[in-house]
């Protein structure tokens, strides 16, 4: 028995201190491949009023599952009217991290994005939902209305459909985002970065493996890929560990001189979901677009 | 001298013929094989050939717009359709004649829509293929459009999808792969062939070598085709070392076509 072990050990099958539950593909990477949902009840930043307070403690935590809509729904009455489709059917409100923190931003430790002053002059000026925005052209709406990105990364939406599918093959890991249908496929065999030249909305992303943990950095972004007021010097490092049959824990680490004073790090909890994924054909039943412009156009002319 | 040289000749394509049937042999035997022994696609495609503007065979002609002259025109094309006609039924020839001569507004290409299957295996974009034991990822440059291939799964789609709901099976060193529930609004090229939401696609990939895909899709639709009928076409590999599926998330492409009439200052074109 112990000889399987150390046989076991030296073929890196087993290591010594971490969950012996977590499985390897056929050809022994870290097996992170299901549908996994990241919806949670806590916000990116933390909320002034929880200013020093971390964590939840467990009692704290069911009670902000269990008033989680009720809370999205508030936030959300002051933006729009509420309509009967805002409700517990459409919106999906997640639960608590699994280290039932406040915040998804652990670092700074106050659980705020630490923006340069040139940073912030750049957010508060990019079109993103909550924000008053004008419709002159298609251009300045948000880029979720266009349909074009969310987040280039695995921060949920407070609304819903934070699924994704993680696939693998030699070489390869590949995520599917339900929303809005994103394949990002992850190169792990030390190929060298897209030229400079390449700028993308979800950038160009490289791969490799920390022990079991899943390592991602991505560069390449667009000047106007408004990920937090950000510049194309970007760089997003994300972190994936699976803990156990049913978690994967998530790291974002954020790094941008220009925008930030520090690099940023949040986290998130992938759960695993029964699925299936749906087919977010965003564009393609694109109403509201139209409907937005064309309401603008009537308000122009004083109705 | 010159028959040192013939002779030189001579035995030089002696060699190259040798070389070419070893290679050939090779890859004959050689083709790349998962770790459970199916064929493994793992990789990024493209067709060599002009389906997407006409599946059937079809002469170059002048493009719409003047002046993108000979840079935009269309070129001929050899048709990749088995036997040649579709066998439409009376009021669908119909239709598709409509639609080719509608080509313009109706095309859901021009406005950045999901291409759909089998249409998005044979647009002139390269795409992906990620391929697992009970999931095959194949993700299309054109849109970010991509598709999940569910291995021997009795899993129902829960709606219809640009894309289609595709379950995957192995017929011996063929992926076999049937194709549901699409939506009506896709096309299959430029020319206006069409199709209705009662299409059911059987996609057939064979890797002929290392590097070629035989694929062949059945296309059954009661409600456009008199009886089924076949598509084939080779799918080749790219080979360049850093070849990789770039963006192409052409909405921002479209957004002056479908929304540019309702501007605040409408740009002159």
Not at chain 1, 180 to 199: E, K, S, W
Request: aromatic share 8%; with cysteine; proline share 7%.
């Amino acid at each position: 028995m112990r000889t399987v072990l150390v046989v076991a050990m030296v073929l890196g099958l087993v290591v010594p201190g971490r969950a012996q539950t977590v499985s390897r593909t056929a050809w022994g990477d870290p097996d992170l491949q299901g549908l996994w949902n990241n919806a949670t009840v806590a916000p990116l930043e933390r909320p002034a009023m929880l200013a020093k307070k971390p964590f939840w403690t467990e009692a704290e935590a069911v009670e902000v599952e269990k008033n989680g809509l009720q809370t999205l729904l508030k936030a959300v009455a002051a933006e729009v009217a509420v309509s009967g489709e805002l409700n517990e059917t459409w919106l999906e409100t997640g639960k608590v991290l699994r280290n039932r923190n406040t915040s998804m931003i652990i670092d700074p430790p106050d659980g705020r994005i630490p923006y340069t002053p040139d940073g912030k002059k750049r957010w508060d000026a990019q079109p993103t939902l909550g924000k008053k925005l004008t419709a002159d052209g298609p251009e300045e709406r948000a880029l979720i209305e266009r349909c074009i990105q969310v987040d280039p990364v695995l921060l949920p939406n407070p609304f819903y459909n934070n699924n994704h599918q993680i696939v693998q093959a030699p070489g390869y890991v590949m995520i599917l985002s339900e929303v809005i249908h994103q394949a990002r496929i992850i190169p792990l065999d030390g190929r060298p970065r897209a030229d400079g030249r390449v700028a993308q909305w979800f950038g160009d992303p490289r791969g490799h493996w920390e022990g079991q943990t899943l390592v991602v950095e991505t560069t390449n972004f667009r000047e106007d890929g408004l990920f937090r007021g950000a510049t194309a010097a970007l760089r997003l490092e994300e972190r994936f560990t699976r803990v156990d049959a049913a978690t994967i824990d998530y790291e974002l680490k954020v790094t941008d001189p220009a925008t930030f004073t520090q690099p940023w790090t949040a986290v998130g909890t992938l759960r695993a979901t029964a699925g299936p994924l749906f087919e977010y054909g965003c564009h393609e039943g694109n109403y509201s677009m139209p409907g937005i412009l064309k309401g603008a156009r009537l308000e122009d002319k004083g109705r | 001298m010159r028959y040192r040289v013939l002779k030189f000749g001579l035995a030089a394509v002696a060699l190259v013929a040798v070389a070419a049937a070893a290679a050939m042999a090779q890859t004959a035997s050689g083709v790349p094989r998962t770790k459970d022994g199916k064929p493994n696609f793992t990789g990024i495609w493209q067709v060599m050939n002009t389906a997407n503007w006409d599946i059937q065979t079809h002469s170059a002609r002048m493009g719409p717009v003047v002046a993108l002259g000979a840079a935009f025109s269309i070129p001929a094309g050899v048709g990749v359709v088995e036997g040649e006609e579709l066998p439409y039924t009376p009021a669908a020839l119909k239709q598709k004649q409509e639609n080719q001569v509608n080509w313009l507004t109706r095309d859901p290409e021009i406005k950045c829509y999901m291409p759909g299957i089998p249409r998005a295996t044979y647009m002139p974009y390269p795409f992906q293929i990620v391929q697992s034991q009970n999931n095959v990822l194949m993700a299309y440059e054109f849109a970010s459009a991509s598709r999940v291939i569910r291995m021997n799964t009795q899993e129902k789609s829960p709606a219809p999808a640009w894309m289609g709901w595709s379950v995957g099976r192995w017929d011996g060193d063929t992926l076999v792969v049937e194709v549901t529930d699409h939506m009506e609004e896709t096309w299959f090229d430029r020319a206006g062939n069409f199709h209705s939401d009662a299409l059911k696609v059987t996609e057939r990939y064979t890797l002929a070598d290392a590097n070629t895909i035989n694929y062949e899709a059945t296309i059954e639709d009661p409600k456009t085709f008199t009886k089924p009928w076949k598509m084939r076409m080779p799918i080749y590999r790219h080979r360049e070392p850093n070849a990789q599926l770039m963006e192409y998330k052409c909405v921002e492409f479209a957004e002056e076509l479908m929304y540019g009439h309702l501007r605040k200052q409408p740009t002159s074109r």
